[in-house]
């Protein structure tokens, strides 16, 4: 082979590369999120559809969020599905399995993102015990309840899935000082090491990750103090805090093809705050 028919195929698979990382797809396929009537889980939910997905939605106590979520899916020309679930409760999770697979026949992507918010509401000012309880109850536990239900789901899939479970990316680094860190540390790092162990025993046939957020302009970044915010912003490499939509883009790059080669991996969006 000449120098320039090799010049020319090295050309072809970088261009063919670049565009199946400019564009992820998921056409054709079907995704579960949970916790999407808000927040992350709702970004996340509009870009699987915008990416070409149908999607099953849940939520647990915000139906009017899930229902005008759904109707924005089917705007795009998607399927959607609307499922109550306390993803807590094992009798819920199996439910939930169950009602997403009537309605579309399987799950290829997984997506857990549903979280207890002990920063805003009345949950902020709840003790520390209570708080850890609860983090705790719906962020580790549920997530591995969910997980699991996933897998027995996707083994039956002669295609198997993806997994995608909701760390912190401070986890890495001890988080930082506060109660708060503290319990978050406690309940996302046990989600962190959790979506590792399971993704050595379900492979080749499903792939775990983990997204790994930073600092996020969800309902907590909203409310902060803007000199606070002002002082985060100066910790992170480029500049600003993520939109739930930067989220939403790892999200669905992980959950398509274009990952297929990535398992047990934690995939941090924080603009280099944790490095």
């Not at 198997?160 to 978050?184: P, R, T």
Request: glycine share 10%; net charge neutral.
């Amino acid at each position: 082979m000449s120098k320039r028919q090799l010049e020319e195929e090295a050309q072809t698979a970088v261009h063919g590369a670049e565009d199946v990382a400019a564009s992820p797809t998921l056409a054709g396929k079907v995704v579960l999120v949970t916790g999407a009537s808000s927040g992350i889980g709702r970004a996340i939910a509009l870009a699987c559809a915008e990416a070409g997905a149908d999607v099953t939605v849940t939520y647990r106590t915000r139906q009017q969020g899930a229902t005008a979520l759904a109707g924005a899916i089917q705007q795009l020309g998607r399927r959607a599905h609307v499922v109550q679930a306390d993803t807590a409760e094992p009798q819920d999770v199996e439910r939930l399995a169950r009602d997403a697979r009537v309605a579309f026949g399987r799950v290829d992507a997984w997506i857990n993102n549903a979280g207890a918010d002990i920063l805003t509401g009345s949950t902020a000012s709840r003790s520390r015990l209570e708080k850890l309880d609860l983090l705790l109850a719906v962020d580790l536990r549920g997530t591995i309840l969910a997980s699991w239900a996933a897998v027995e789901l996707m083994r039956e899939q002669p295609v198997g899935g993806v997994i995608i479970n909701m760390s912190w990316d401070h986890v890495l680094v001890g988080g930082m000082k506060g109660e708060y860190a503290q319990v978050f540390c406690a309940a996302k790092g046990g989600v962190y090491s959790f979506s590792r162990a399971l993704a050595r025993s379900v492979a080749p046939h499903i792939r775990v990750n983990v997204l790994g957020p930073g600092w996020v302009e969800t309902a907590y970044g909203s409310a902060l103090d803007s000199e606070v915010k002002r002082r985060i912003t100066e910790t992170i490499p480029l500049g600003r805090w993520a939109t739930p939509e930067d989220v939403a883009h790892a999200a669905v790059y992980l959950a398509s093809d274009a990952a297929s080669y990535i398992t047990g991996q934690m995939l941090m969006v924080n603009g280099g705050s944790v490095v």
